[in-house]
């Protein structure tokens, strides 16, 4: 039996519902033989900030039950130095980018955009309001519906392309965050970042990460990640999810579609195999196959409450 | 060059090397044109226990009966490596590799200096075996805490006597071989006159601050190859940077792991 | 080298730090061959009411990556059968019995202690503001700081005997809840209970748990537990914590102590190994003779910070 | 009766015995004494994937040269079972057991009907090699979605023949032995007069449902093994509850695995 694959992320069709995660990707072309990223339904670039950062020192990194801690810090290249390297590799390849935005002050989020924006190539602007590895920017925006609402205005009106914003599964209150990021404007709600963690080294008596805490992914929050999609998704059933935190399997993207997600992020699995997007795609393919399931979007929202 | 791939790869053979470490021999149908220096992710099992890959060295790569052995020298150390130390031969496990840059092998007329502490034999190990097979002279330097930790000591001599070059073997106990720091064995011999093209080194982070500085001193030019914590070994993840001389942030898993002394920041060598 | 393994939480000296958790342990004379409850430093009761409760309907546990969601609902014998038939033996064994109170109303919650107040060999009452799997009473409390307080001060008005909160990971402002506990009165404080999650069968397109959503515990969540504890301890310094969420080996139960926790509780570990309590404490005492800790009390909040 | 461990064990075997299924032989000096429709909670390997143990009825329990072998029939249906499926012969596991209340073996002068569906085999076929050792008389009756999932058929046989009882087969396509569910091949006794003192039932809930119907129908006591989803197998989880006749709610794992079909809320048998 042949699968259908093409979803939608509010107005925006996708081939697949599959992407790969910002963060976890570099800027798409990192493994290519792997993983052509024109394969995807989508690919979310790093963090894009206006000007290169260096990022947190180092451990930036830690291994956990199931998961990972990171502090990165929003290491990257900078807008421009992607516009110029990146993008038109991309382009050429046919490749649908989500750039991932991400400012310290609401203007360097609107600097980033309004350098995109004279860029073709680009479908989507994935705000990250949601980093717990920086001491500026982040969070703070991702915590208070009232900035939250601002800033996704401020982004919305930059644009013409969808925009999508990022939820942080550390805000007090995740469905009045949603309700603000929709109120702003926003196209599409992706969630769940990273979890604030950390990790002890009993010997030293030191936080491994340099930084002290980080932000926790894999499979150990798929369960968290999960209840938070579903959550929102019945809180504002109109709105368009992405759904992400510890996919591995194409069963685990069915679950994230099942909870109301019309579209899924890999991220941490993609450390463990290269090819985990595409590997999680067509085990969808296979699932939808064996359990009579003609389009992949049918499955969107699909769970049946006890 | 034949590029990186993820190997399906079978546990051939498992061997104690000491109380602490063991040699690993993989088996798979494909070829591998790996450099010494350059490292593999394993996944140490199928499960989410651990749930990252490990990096290792590569210690050796040679083709078989229509297959390729990759050998890999392992200290267990935490749970991957525990696990991979009670593996079962036979069993099946997936290798990213070959990543990374690794050692700067060629030489000029002068021989190379190798210089191993502790569990970075491997590639020095690999390093020194590529160089003998190419007739290439080079002194081999091999330090550990103590006697019984020195790994693969016939197998050292036998490719450093190939090229007429030394095995120097040195432990911090004097157990075996000279007393002290390896690198300060390695010393003597640049004060005594000998002269090294390069010096490659792997070992615990001191062993490589105290071989650049010695480098810087008497004037070789010192590669190190580095050891971060990695999630990815790809480059993507961005958890293994390294700083450079020149400011920039770098993953050492794509740019490294082998680094020349200069090319890191300072602390590395002044 | 010996250790010392006395500890304090508040008040109340224990012989040593390590306790079987709530709703893990029974009421802690059902695997006495594998774990003698007089060994730990405590044991903490299932939650009990007023009345018997019948819990949930089934499927009410399910596993996930490292760990599993629970959706029990609260089962429990009524506190009136435990003072009748578990108490006395406790007591005869000499354990150090700390009980778990759950209401539905504020007022049942006394209702629990006023019974417990008749009986001797009680060391303390936690008070369970953070059952995610009730419909009424638990989290409601656990989650509004002023209700919180209310609570926290009227049973603290009721008895003679410590009184610890049990906080809440799903709470809006963790840092407030503890601040209104304290305020409150509360001696001592737990964390963390379960944190919301959801578990899907794709096959069958619906929750696993009969009731959909439940609690995740379990080593996946211990990342979470520590980071909460770590910011509850340099928010309140002078603030006895008991710690929980994850551990399963001695070295855990160290994390938990530097990230400043005074005593630390074994929960789902215990499913894996039924002497798990024993086993942690022994690993305990063993990781500090290797590391020249002389008491284990030195370590509570040694943590360095980066 | 020796109590409940947490048992060290080795595994001495591991056979395949139709598509899906296999035989785990476990091996520890402890003498073990278990009564059939007693199960044990098994650690499938000491890392976090899985997390939980997982609860196998015991197949069988015998005394040889000096150590105890534990008989585990396993079906793969998941994680933990699939790891068991591929564990090396040797391996060190951790088996908590006997766990729960068996079947009542007692049955006077009539007869017993022990029936088994699918994978509810093991538990049964521990019932009546028992029997078979003590010469008491019973009827066996198994059933399968098809041929080549009826497991352990010739061990069945000689049990049941060793008694002068009746080994009967049932497979739903009919593949082999009776067709249709083996309740109705039961049923199918009883009506052409023959009586039992009691049915040990184990197998997929439908299956035991029916079986307690056909009981209530002719007016023969039928026992149910259970399987709830099971965290710690020894009551303090609560997770694995059944509810009874009385309204009480009850931990399966403490309570039963075993109970009577009367003893269940309706559901089980009206
Ligand atoms: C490029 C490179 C080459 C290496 N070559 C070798 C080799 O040839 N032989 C060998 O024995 N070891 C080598 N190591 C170190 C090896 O990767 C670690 O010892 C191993 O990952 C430990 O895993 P574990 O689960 O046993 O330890 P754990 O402490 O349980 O590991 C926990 C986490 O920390 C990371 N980690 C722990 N120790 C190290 C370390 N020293 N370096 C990097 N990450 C670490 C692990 O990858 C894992 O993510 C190399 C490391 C790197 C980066
Ligand atoms: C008292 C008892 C006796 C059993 N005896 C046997 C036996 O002799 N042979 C056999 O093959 N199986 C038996 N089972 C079922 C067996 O426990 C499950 O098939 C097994 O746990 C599946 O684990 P998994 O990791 O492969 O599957 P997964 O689906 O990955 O397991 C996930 C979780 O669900 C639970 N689970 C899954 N299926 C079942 C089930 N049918 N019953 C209870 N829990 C389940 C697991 O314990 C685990 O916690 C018995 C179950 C019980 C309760
Ligand atoms: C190393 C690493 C770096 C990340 N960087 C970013 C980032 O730059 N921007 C962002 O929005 N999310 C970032 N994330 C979060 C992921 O995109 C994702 O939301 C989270 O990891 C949960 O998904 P997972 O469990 O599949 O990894 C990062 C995650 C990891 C592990
Ligand atoms: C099956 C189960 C039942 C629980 N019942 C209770 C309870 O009755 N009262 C309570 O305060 N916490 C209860 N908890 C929460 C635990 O006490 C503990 O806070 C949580 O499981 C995290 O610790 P762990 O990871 O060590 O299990 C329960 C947890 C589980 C898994
Ligand atoms: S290990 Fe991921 S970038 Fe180097
Ligand atoms: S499995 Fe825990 S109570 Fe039965």
Chains 1, 3 share one sequence.
Not at chain 1, 58 to 83: D, H, S
Not at chain 1, 253 to 269: D, I, N, P, Y
Not at chain 2, 205 to 220: D, E, F, I, S, T
Request: with cysteine.
């Amino acid at each position: 039996m042949s699968v259908g694959t093409a979803t939608r992320v509010g107005a925006l069709p996708l081939a697949n519902p599959i992407m790969a995660a910002s963060g976890t990707f570099g800027y798409g072309l990192d493994l290519v033989e792997f993983c052509p990223p024109e394969r995807l339904g989508a690919v979310v670039t790093k963090g894009l900030s206006p000007r290169p950062r260096l990022g947190n020192p180092t451990p930036r990194i830690v291994e956990t039950a199931a998961g990972m801690i990171n502090a990165i810090g929003l290491q990257n290249i900078g807008v421009e130095a992607f516009c110029c390297d990146a993008l038109p590799v991309l382009r050429e390849r046919g490749a649908v980018v989500a750039v991932n935005v991400f400012g310290e002050r609401m203007e360097e989020y609107l600097e980033v955009m309004e350098r995109c924006e004279r860029e073709d190539g680009i479908a989507a602007y994935e705000l990250n309001v949601s980093c717990p590895n920086v001491t500026a920017g982040g969070m703070e925006f991702g915590h208070e519906p009232v900035q939250l609402e601002r800033l996704t205005r401020m982004c919305r009106a930059a644009t013409r392309r969808p925009v999508w914003v990022k939820l942080s599964p550390n805000a007090p209150d995740l469905v009045a965050t949603a309700r603000a990021a929709v109120a702003g404007g926003a196209d599409a709600l992706t969630l769940i970042n990273t979890l604030r963690a950390m990790a002890i080294d009993a010997a030293a008596r030191r936080p491994v990460l340099a930084r002290g805490c980080g932000g926790l992914s894999g499979p150990a929050i798929k369960p968290i990640a999960l209840r938070m999609v579903w959550e929102v998704h019945t809180a504002l059933p109109g709105v368009p999810l992405v759904g992400i935190g510890g996919v591995e399997t194409g069963r685990d993207a069915v679950e994230f579609l099942l909870a109301g997600a019309s579209a899924v992020q890999v991220g941490t699995a993609i450390f463990r195999d290269p090819g985990a997007p595409l590997r999680v795609l067509s085990e969808l393919e296979h699932f939808c196959a064996e359990h009579g399931v003609a389009e992949v979007s049918s499955l969107i929202g699909g769970l049946q409450w006890p | 060059m034949i590029p990186r791939r993820d190997l399906p790869v079978r546990v051939a053979a498992r061997a104690e090397l000491s109380p602490t470490c063991f040699r690993l021999t993989l088996s798979t149908p494909e070829v591998i044109d790996a450099a010494p220096g350059q490292f593999g992710m394993l996944a140490c099992g199928g499960t989410f226990d651990p749930l990252l890959r490990r990096a290792f060295s590569l210690a050796g790569v040679v083709r078989r009966g229509g297959l390729s052995e990759v050998e890999l020298l392992i200290k267990e150390v935490g749970r991957g490596t525990t696990q991979l130390r009670h593996i079962a031969v036979g069993a099946e496990l997936r290798l990213l590799a070959p990543l990374g840059k690794g050692f700067t092998l060629e030489a000029g007329d002068r021989p190379l200096a190798l210089v191993a502490g502790g569990i970075g034999l491997p590639p020095v190990l690999f390093a020194a075996e590529v160089l003998a097979a190419r007739g290439a002279a080079f002194d081999l330097f091999v330090g550990a805490v103590s006697r019984p930790e020195l790994l693969e000591v016939e197998r050292c001599g036998r490719a450093a006597a190939s090229v007429g070059g030394e095995l120097v073997l040195a432990t911090d106990d004097g157990s075996r071989g000279e007393g002290g720091f390896v690198t300060d064995a390695v010393e003597r011999r640049l004060e005594a006159g000998q002269s090294y093209a390069r010096a490659l080194t792997c070992g615990p982070n001191p062993m490589l601050a105290a071989m650049a500085k010695v480098g810087r001193r008497r004037g070789v030019e010192v590669e190190l190859s580095l050891e971060e914590a990695m999630a990815c070994g790809v480059g993507v993840c961005l958890g293994c940077v390294v700083e450079l001389s020149d400011g920039r942030v770098v993953p050492s898993c794509k740019e490294g792991p082998v680094f020349t002394a200069e090319r890191l920041a300072a602390r590395w060598w002044s």
